[in-house]
Nanobody, 122 residues
Framework: QLHLVESGGGLVQPGGSLTLSCAAS????????IGWFRQAPGKEREGVST????????YYADSVKGRFTISRDNAKNTVYLQMNSLKPEDTAVYYC???????????????WGQGTQVTVSS
């Protein structure tokens, strides 16, 4: 059974940084694109960033371009999201999910983790 676990969330001041991790168990990440998504209270879940199975292709939402960096370490079966220059509007529960290469929207992803809360506040 595919299982993903997110970690690394927390409370950070505006302008601060956090690194989220998405660890897989029960399967190898090598064959999957991994996407990070977030959901703020009262809003729909939105795509943040995606990395292809090889790591050679990445996608970022306009709202996080230049601030967030996605990476993967297939040897550790883990995908990371480095978040810099955080803003209050980045506050949300962040989820990772597995999907096929070439897609960026949540409808194409599955095996969702439980999420990790990121709160940006002074």
């Amino acid at each position: 059974q595919l299982h993903l676990v997110e970690s690394g969330g927390g409370l950070v001041q505006p302008g601060g940084s956090l690194t989220l991790s998405c660890a897989a168990s029960g399967f190898t990440l090598d064959y999957y694109a991994i996407g990070w998504f977030r959901q703020a209270p009262g809003k729909e879940r939105e795509g943040v960033s995606t990395i292809s199975s090889s790591g050679g292709s990445t996608y970022y939402a306009d709202s996080v371009k230049g601030r967030f960096t996605i990476s993967r370490d297939n040897a550790k079966n883990t995908v990371y999201l480095q978040m810099n220059s955080l803003k209050p509007e980045d506050t949300a529960v962040y989820y990772c999910a597995a999907g096929p290469d070439g897609y960026y929207t949540k409808e194409h992803f599955a095996s969702w983790g439980q999420g990790t809360q990121v709160t940006v506040s002074s």
